[in-house]
């Protein structure tokens, strides 16, 4: 009987365009429940996709700490965070919470 094979699976292979990559991380936001490592992660994961060398440049972090910060193993400070999402052309939006009140 042949061996079946598996690879790890890696979303960062998926990213291809910019609009895949803020639905990803729209989802991210939606799912992390307040978890800041968890979108670290994500932000990780869009990184690596566009090229982390050009993020890195683009963020004016060096590469090695960039993905120290998006390893999703800590939480990154905010101007971190808003300087990667500005590196990688994504925006971010507020809206009004639904209450149940």
């Known amino acids: 009987m042949a061996r079946t094979v598996t690879t790890k699976y890696d979303v960062s ?16 936001l939606e799912e992390a429940n307040g978890d800041a490592a968890f979108i670290a992660k994500a932000l990780g994961d869009i990184a690596k ?4 060398s050009q993020v ?3 963020s004016g972090f060096s590469r090695k700490s960039l993905y120290k910060a998006l ?3 800590r939480s990154p400070g905010f101007d971190t965070i808003l300087k990667v999402i500005g590196a990688l052309g994504i925006k971010l939006h507020a809206e ?6």
Not at 21 to 26: G, R
Not at 96 to 101: G, H, I, N
Request: net charge negative; proline share 3%; charged share 30%.
């Open 13 to 28: 292979e998926h990213l291809r365009t910019p609009q895949e990559m803020a639905a990803y991380l729209e989802m991210c």
């Open 49 to 52: 996709a566009k090229g982390m």
């Open 56 to 58: 890195a440049r683009d």
């Open 71 to 73: 390893s999703g193993e």
């Open 96 to 101: 009004a919470a639904l209450t149940t009140k």
